[in-house]
């Protein structure tokens, strides 16, 4: 028993105190890496090609030609295109995106020139047309449909971007029923949308003046207005892995300096950075999945200066506070129907030019030319290959940079009260197969009250296409100053460095600070932060466990814990369906816990921090018992064994004094005191819980009584 105890002890203090070095800065190096343009040019002339899209394995590409009057396809393995005609003449196919029905790929697209959204099956050759109800000026707009994650039916959002309308489109694979739902949007929006991004659950518009999240769960609008910048207006949208909106904001002009990009940080910040060039006029953007980072397209139609250019978010570019405000949805229902035709494949085999090109560093801005102008969109593949479409002149475009490493943080933002700690996870990315040692250091701005630990581990190792993780903790002195600062992470092999930054808010001591840390692998399991199994586990942390002490200490050991593997996981989950699947079977059972839980601090809530410790602890009981104590009761003898010598009221002893070591934590306000008893009493739960199933089993299969 003591040595099980001991063992449990030095599990929760290696915990609390991961990093004790200092972090070391080094000098920055300025890097213009090279790159590699590939290009090949469409086989018929003047075709407009737009839309991009990723198919299911994650290689390019699907896209439109908008004049071709196309739906096409790109082999890159083989430098192969495939074309089909779509059945309506001067449809002006705008974008598409790809969807699996019955382990067969369905290609989705708008027809702005007819009012129209069609599928298409490759594998058929068949085409299903179907006219939108109302009469407006076509479905316009940069990425204007994107498709839901949905495992039982077909989820089409889009813009109809000059008639201040937004639609989604439900396509039913086994009836094969299609209902419309269309609404316009509030007059805050601005006038119309053009991107639109589909998530679980919750929709992203890029409205002209207002950022734009549709939530299914209540129906309803919630608009952050951007920041006014003469007459730009927002083309573009993108989520990260933290459910950040990414957008770009411009305007059409030669001599044009009003072209940012932006992100919004929780629900109240807006962080941009201003493009530097001028008329750089930006229109797509993708977020890189090695990076985080995001990818725009300078289409620069007038100035003639078009490029594709990324963005390295450690220098804090602008930060705007801004209010949300919501608004209801008002969808109106109808069925549609469908024209059927059949189409014909032309293939051609068009060999790539290919040319190497230096980037050029403009500000917070790396640049590489296209050598093109009107380019629409861009996007990211699982390689870290940027591909881009050049309707002027017609080509479709692949960036592949030199082997480079990334840097990336979890979370983003934190916030911290006065007296407290938390933990940030490095993850070092490796980019065209980069293999090599990353040194790692960090610097805060300003840094009164706070102290930022050593990375452990420090150096990274990073093998070619993988990642690697590291921790460093922020710790608050109680006299701190409340406010926002800027924490820059910096990583160099030697040669290149590179730099990332995470926005921290302390908060006063008295107060409870609002929590930025994500449900890393729920999010990736449900495909959105705000499905409702996330928002679920989410709402237990932020509204039972982080209103009182009690549990907001708690949550500062189980962070450092939680974020030292959950990226990990995270990013494998994103990448692996099956993995994804079975992930959900495993969920399901913990988040019934948390409901009964959260049931229990209701209940209670008059009493914040009994409310917190006996709804957390009936949470943990719960979880052990059916994850650990059910299979070892039911598997493993040699441990049942081993629990059944471990007396329940031992446990019950131990837990007592722990509570009451939270009690003086409490009394005493002393947020060290309170962080190890309440993680040693959660411990103590979870191996009570394990022990009490195991004698419940071992009577039922033994036919045995217990003392």
Same mark, same amino acid.
């Not at 739902?181 to 119309?192: K, L, Q």
């Given at each position: 028993?003591?040595?099980?105890?001991?063992?449990?002890?030095?599990?929760?203090?290696?915990?609390?105190?991961?990093?004790?070095?200092?972090?070391?800065?080094?000098?920055?190096?300025?890097?213009?890496?090279?790159?590699?343009?590939?290009?090949?040019?469409?086989?018929?002339?003047?075709?407009?090609?737009?839309?991009?899209?990723?198919?299911?394995?994650?290689?390019?590409?699907?896209?439109?030609? +908008?004049?071709?009057?196309?739906?096409?396809?790109?082999?890159?393995?083989?430098?192969?295109?495939?074309?089909?005609?779509?059945?309506?003449?001067?449809?002006?196919?705008?974008?598409?995106?790809?969807?699996?029905?019955?382990?067969?790929?369905?290609?989705?697209?708008?027809?702005?020139?007819? #009012?129209?959204?069609?599928?298409?099956?490759?594998?058929?050759?068949?085409?299903?047309?179907?006219?939108?109800?109302?009469?407006?000026?076509?479905?316009?707009?940069?990425?204007?449909?994107?498709?839901?994650?949905?495992?039982?039916?077909?989820?089409?959002?889009?813009?109809?971007?000059?008639?201040?309308?937004?639609?989604?489109?439900?396509?039913?694979?086994?009836? &094969?029923?299609?209902?419309?739902?269309?609404?316009?949007?509030?007059?805050?929006?601005?006038?119309?949308?053009?991107?639109? +991004?589909?998530?679980?659950?919750?929709?992203?518009?890029?409205?002209?003046?207002?950022?734009?999240?549709? #939530?299914?769960?209540?129906?309803?609008?919630?608009?952050?207005?951007?920041?006014?910048?003469?007459?730009?207006?927002?083309?573009?949208?993108?989520?990260?892995?933290?459910?950040?909106?990414?957008?770009?904001? %411009?305007?059409?002009?030669?001599?044009?300096?009003?072209?940012?990009?932006?992100?919004? =940080?929780?629900?109240?910040?807006?962080?941009?950075?201003?493009?530097?060039?001028?008329?750089?006029?930006?229109? %797509?953007?993708?977020? #890189?999945?090695? !990076?985080?980072?995001?990818?725009?397209?300078?289409?620069?139609?007038?100035?003639?200066?078009?490029?594709?250019?990324?963005?390295?978010?450690?220098? &804090?570019?602008?930060?705007?506070?801004?209010?949300?405000?919501?608004?209801?949805?008002?969808?109106? =229902?109808?069925?549609?129907?469908?024209?059927?035709?059949?189409?014909?494949?032309?293939?051609?085999?068009?060999?790539? !030019?290919?040319?190497?090109?230096?980037?050029?560093?403009?500000?917070?801005?790396?640049?590489?030319?296209?050598?093109?102008?009107?380019?629409?969109?861009?996007?990211?593949?699982?390689?870290?290959?940027?591909?881009?479409?050049?309707?002027?002149?017609?080509?479709?475009a692949k960036l592949s940079r030199a082997p480079d490493f990334a840097l990336r943080v979890s979370p983003t933002t934190i916030f911290l009260p006065q007296g407290n700690f938390g933990t940030v996870t490095v993850t070092g990315a490796s980019i065209s197969n980069y293999t090599g040692q990353v040194s790692l250091g960090a610097i805060i701005s300003p840094a009164q009250g706070v102290t930022l630990g050593g990375f452990n581990p420090n150096p990274l190792m990073i093998a070619p296409g993988a990642t690697a993780s590291t921790q460093f903790t922020i710790s608050i002195t109680s006299k701190a100053p409340n406010g926002t600062s800027m924490i820059l992470v910096e990583g160099t092999n030697g040669n290149v460095t590179h730099r990332i930054n995470l926005m921290l808010t302390v908060t006063n001591s008295s107060?409870?600070?609002?929590?930025?840390? =994500?449900?890393?692998?729920?999010?990736? !399991?449900?495909?959105?932060?705000?499905?409702?199994?996330?928002?679920?586990?989410?709402?237990?942390? #932020?509204?039972?466990?982080?209103?009182?002490?009690?549990?907001?200490?708690?949550?500062?050991?189980?962070?450092?814990?939680?974020?030292?593997?959950?990226?990990?996981?995270?990013? +494998?989950?994103?990448?692996?369906?099956?993995?994804?699947?079975?992930?959900?079977?495993?969920?399901?059972?913990?988040?019934?816990?948390?409901?009964?839980?959260?049931?229990?601090?209701?209940?209670?809530?008059?009493?914040?921090?009994?409310?917190?410790?006996?709804?957390?602890?009936?949470?943990?009981?719960?979880? %052990?018992?059916?994850?650990?104590?059910?299979?070892?009761?039911?598997?493993?003898?040699?441990?049942?064994?081993?629990?059944?010598?471990?007396?329940?009221?031992?446990?019950?002893?131990?837990?007592?004094?722990?509570?009451?070591?939270?009690?003086?934590?409490?009394?005493?306000?002393?947020?060290?005191?309170?962080?190890?008893?309440?993680?040693?009493?959660?411990?103590?739960?979870?191996?009570?819980?394990?022990?009490?199933?195991?004698?419940?089993?071992?009577?039922?299969?033994?036919?045995?009584?217990?003392?």
């Amino acid at each position: 028993m003591k040595t099980n105890y001991a063992r449990a002890l030095a599990v929760t203090l290696s915990l609390m105190f991961l990093i004790l070095n200092l972090s070391m800065l080094r000098p920055a190096y300025a890097s213009a890496p090279h790159a590699m343009l590939t290009e090949w040019t469409l086989p018929v002339p003047n075709s407009g090609p737009r839309g991009l899209a990723l198919d299911p394995s994650g290689n390019c590409c699907w896209f439109v030609e +908008y004049f071709g009057n196309k739906v096409a396809h790109l082999d890159p393995s083989n430098n192969t295109f495939q074309e089909w005609s779509i059945p309506t003449q001067l449809a002006n196919p705008n974008s598409v995106a790809i969807t699996m029905i019955s382990g067969s790929v369905v290609v989705w697209g708008t027809e702005s020139g007819t #009012d129209k959204i069609f599928s298409f099956s490759p594998r058929s050759g068949l085409f299903y047309e179907y006219n939108l109800t109302q009469s407006n000026l076509g479905v316009l707009g940069v990425g204007s449909i994107s498709a839901e994650p949905s495992a039982t039916q077909v989820r089409l959002w889009f813009t109809e971007a000059f008639n201040n309308t937004n639609g989604e489109f439900v396509y039913d694979p086994r009836s &094969g029923n299609v209902t419309l739902y269309e609404d316009s949007f509030p007059t805050t929006v601005g006038g119309g949308a053009y991107g639109v +991004y589909a998530g679980s659950g919750s929709v992203w518009y890029a409205g002209f003046s207002s950022l734009i999240r549709w #939530d299914r769960a209540n129906s309803q609008y919630t608009m952050w207005p951007l920041p006014v910048h003469g007459s730009a207006l927002a083309r573009s949208i993108a989520i990260d892995q933290s459910g950040q909106a990414w957008y770009t904001q %411009g305007v059409t002009d030669a001599n044009g300096e009003e072209n940012f990009v932006g992100v919004l =940080r929780g629900n109240n910040t807006i962080q941009e950075w201003h493009l530097p060039k001028l008329g750089s006029d930006p229109r %797509g953007i993708s977020i #890189d999945p090695i !990076t985080q980072q995001p990818w725009i397209v300078e289409a620069s139609e007038i100035a003639g200066n078009g490029t594709i250019a990324t963005l390295d978010t450690f220098d &804090g570019g602008t930060i705007i506070p801004v209010n949300a405000t919501t608004a209801p949805s008002g969808q109106i =229902r109808e069925p549609i129907f469908a024209t059927p035709s059949l189409a014909s494949v032309s293939t051609n085999v068009v060999m790539p !030019t290919t040319s190497q090109i230096l980037s050029a560093n403009e500000s917070q801005f790396t640049e590489y030319p296209l050598g093109s102008t009107q380019s629409q969109e861009t996007i990211v593949d699982s390689s870290g290959n940027i591909w881009i479409s050049e309707p002027g002149t017609n080509k479709i475009a692949k960036l592949s940079r030199a082997p480079d490493f990334a840097l990336r943080v979890s979370p983003t933002t934190i916030f911290l009260p006065q007296g407290n700690f938390g933990t940030v996870t490095v993850t070092g990315a490796s980019i065209s197969n980069y293999t090599g040692q990353v040194s790692l250091g960090a610097i805060i701005s300003p840094a009164q009250g706070v102290t930022l630990g050593g990375f452990n581990p420090n150096p990274l190792m990073i093998a070619p296409g993988a990642t690697a993780s590291t921790q460093f903790t922020i710790s608050i002195t109680s006299k701190a100053p409340n406010g926002t600062s800027m924490i820059l992470v910096e990583g160099t092999n030697g040669n290149v460095t590179h730099r990332i930054n995470l926005m921290l808010t302390v908060t006063n001591s008295s107060s409870i600070a609002p929590s930025a840390s =994500r449900c890393l692998i729920a999010t990736a !399991t449900y495909g959105s932060d705000l499905s409702p199994e996330v928002q679920l586990l989410r709402n237990f942390r #932020d509204n039972s466990l982080e209103k009182s002490k009690t549990g907001l200490s708690f949550l500062i050991v189980f962070n450092a814990w939680y974020y030292s593997f959950s990226p990990t996981v995270a990013d +494998y989950l994103k990448d692996h369906v099956i993995a994804r699947t079975l992930m959900k079977g495993f969920l399901y059972p913990l988040i019934a816990f948390l409901f009964l839980a959260s049931r229990m601090y209701t209940g209670l809530s008059a009493y914040p921090e009994l409310a917190t410790m006996l709804s957390g602890l009936l949470a943990i009981a719960l979880t %052990g018992a059916f994850y650990l104590g059910l299979p070892i009761g039911l598997f493993t003898r040699r441990l049942r064994r081993l629990f059944l010598n471990l007396s329940l009221k031992t446990w019950g002893v131990v837990l007592l004094g722990e509570l009451t070591v939270v009690m003086f934590g409490q009394i005493l306000s002393l947020s060290i005191l309170l962080m190890i008893s309440t993680s040693l009493a959660v411990l103590t739960v979870l191996f009570a819980s394990v022990t009490l199933t195991d004698v419940i089993i071992f009577h039922m299969i033994e036919g045995r009584g217990t003392d």
